[in-house]
């Protein structure tokens, strides 16, 4: 089992930045890939993120590449999403997610976060 906590999120102007933390707690965290996602009202769950379980292979999507940067700490259990040059479309819910397969656009991880809100204004 792996419980996951996000924290970081909150209100930030266009152009700025946030970096988002999630906790991750569980025997055998750090055999886990782990990834975040983001969800906006009325849409459906998209990717965003993820690393392997070494931290050497990272996967964005495109609309966040250059801008997002995602890490992790397995000494911490501790995965990072680093996020700058925010807009307006990065607004939404953002959750962490683990899995012991690799995660990428099409995969449904096994574990998530509760979500936290990025807000946006422009």
């Known amino acids: 089992q792996v419980q996951l906590v996000e924290s970081g999120g909150g209100l930030v102007q266009a152009g700025g930045s946030l970096r988002l933390s999630c906790a991750a707690s569980?025997?055998?965290?750090?055999?886990?890939?782990l990834g975040w996602f983001r969800q906006v009202p009325g849409q459906e769950r998209e990717f965003v993120a993820a690393i392997s379980w070494s931290g050497r292979y990272p996967y964005y999507a495109d609309s966040v590449t250059g801008r997002f940067t995602i890490s992790r700490d397995n000494a911490k259990n501790t995965v990072y999403l680093q996020m700058n040059s925010l807009n307006a479309e990065d607004t939404a819910v953002y959750y962490c997610s683990a899995d012991i397969t690799p995660i990428s656009q099409s995969s449904r991880p096994r574990y998530w976060g509760q979500g936290t809100q990025v807000t946006v204004s422009s």
């Open positions: 569980g025997r055998t965290v750090s055999s886990y890939a």
